[in-house]
C-alpha cells in the first residue's frame, strides 16, 4: 500500500533550521500538487508550502523567505527546507499529496521552536 512517512522534526532553538521530508513507499498516480501543512495546539491545519507537478512553488505568508518547499522525484521524497524558525512555526508538519481518489496524507512530524 502506499504510504507517506515525514521525517526530519523536532527540537529547535529560535533561529535554528530544521529539513523535513516525505518519503512516498509507492507510486501515487496523477499528481496534482504536493503540499505541507502544519497544525499547532488549538488551530486549524494550514497550507504551509506547495509544489504543484510543474514545479511551481507558494507559501503562505507567514513563511515566505524562510521556507523553501522542493522535490526529488529520482528518490520519490519531498522536502521542507526550513530557516529562521520561530517560535510561532511549532506544530505538527503533514506531508499532503493531491490525487485520486482522495488524496493522501503523512502520518505527521513534530517541530518544536523554543530556548
Known amino acids: 500500500q502506499v504510504q507517506l512517512v515525514e521525517s526530519g522534526g523536532g527540537l529547535v532553538q529560535p533561529g535554528g533550521s530544521l529539513r523535513l521530508s516525505c518519503a512516498a513507499s509507492?507510486?501515487?498516480?496523477?499528481?496534482?500538487?504536493m503540499g505541507w501543512y502544519r497544525q499547532a495546539p488549538g488551530k486549524q491545519r494550514e497550507l504551509v508550502a506547495a509544489i504543484t507537478s510543474g514545479g511551481s512553488t507558494d507559501y503562505v505568508d507567514s513563511v515566505k523567505g524562510r521556507f523553501t518547499i522542493s522535490r526529488d522525484n529520482a528518490k520519490n521524497t519531498l522536502y521542507l527546507q526550513m530557516n529562521s524558525l520561530k517560535p510561532e512555526d511549532t506544530a505538527v508538519y503533514y506531508c499532503?499529496?493531491?490525487?485520486?481518489?482522495?488524496?493522501?496524507w503523512g502520518q505527521g512530524t513534530q517541530v518544536t521552536v523554543s530556548s
Open positions: 499532503n499529496a493531491d490525487a485520486p481518489p482522495t488524496g493522501y
Open positions: 509507492g507510486t501515487i498516480f496523477s499528481i496534482k500538487a
